[in-house]
């Protein structure tokens, strides 16, 4: 992980996106009154956002086990089922 000053990154932009993107380098970019930014790769980015899914898609799956073990469901025969989409 690099941290480099704005005016550093401003002047060697392509240098720092070439280790990010080349060396799979984070880089803190800091400012003026802690108003910092970071820059990763795309394939971080996506990757991060796909993690973050996937938390959010196991938590569901978590609350619905917790769900059908406190007996929060609703049983239906297939002829049932059938009967619903027909309504």
Known sequence: MLAVNYSTIRENLKSY???VTDNNETVIVTRKDEKNVVIISL???NA????A???????????SIN????GNVITK????????ENE
């Open 53 to 63: 899914r996937n938390v959010e898609y196991l938590s569901k799956i978590d609350r």
């Open 17 to 19: 996106c070439d280790k």
């Open 77 to 84: 025969t297939m002829e049932e089922l059938e009967a619903m």
């Open 48 to 51: 991060l956002q796909k993690a």
């Open 67 to 70: 769900d059908i073990k406190e």
């Open 43 to 45: 394939e971080e980015w």
